[in-house]
């Protein structure tokens, strides 16, 4: 006689397919608090949101070009020294409204498959998309269009979300690069 073992929420997913990484990209509105000049490699920032306590290594923000914050910086007084690479080429106003990105990553398990010829007669599907299926239960969220999926240490934009009647798994079509 076969015995059944019922899963629990999550429960043994360990052994079912690869682990890999939902990244999602979160956007904060900050401004300049001083003045910073060209050539600046530093900047003070206020405006931080409830729940944005400090800058981290690998947060960004645009001004003319893409700057990488460098070293942690904790807020204090509503306000946070953000320190970045390249530096300033042009001088920072204070009041200057700036976007600082922050990107999340959310470990999941499932698999991926690289589509093919065979597979470009359905809409919105190109040679070289990403086919992705996620155990539902091994992911605290729910994907959306525009998260990425990390497949052999490359991102991967997620262009279209699906979910299987059941509730199991998420079916994604992802773009190639």
Not at 13 to 40: E, F
Not at 78 to 100: C, D, I
Not at 123 to 136: I, N, R, Y
Request: proline share 7%.
């Amino acid at each position: 006689m076969r015995r059944y073992t019922r899963l629990e929420h999550g429960a043994g997913l360990g052994d079912l397919g690869q682990p890999l990484t939902l990244q999602r990209q979160s956007l904060y509105s900050l401004k300049a608090a001083a003045v910073a000049p060209v050539g600046a490699t530093q900047l003070t920032l206020t405006g931080l949101p409830e729940g944005l306590e400090r800058v981290l290594p690998g947060d960004s923000f645009t001004l003319a070009l893409v700057h990488t914050i460098s070293a942690e910086g904790t807020a204090a007084g509503g306000m946070v020294v953000a320190r970045f690479t390249p530096a300033l080429p042009a001088p920072v106003a204070v009041g200057t409204g700036l976007k600082l990105a922050r990107l999340f990553a959310y470990p999941c398990r499932g698999w991926a498959e690289r589509l093919d010829t065979a597979h470009i007669l359905a809409p919105g599907v190109t040679v070289g998309d990403w086919a992705v299926s996620l155990f539902c239960p091994s992911l605290a969220l729910a994907p959306r269009v525009g998260d990425r999926v990390v497949i052999d240490g490359v991102p991967r934009t997620i262009r279209n979300v699906g979910r299987d009647l059941a509730g199991a798994m998420w079916s994604l079509l992802c773009a190639q690069g």
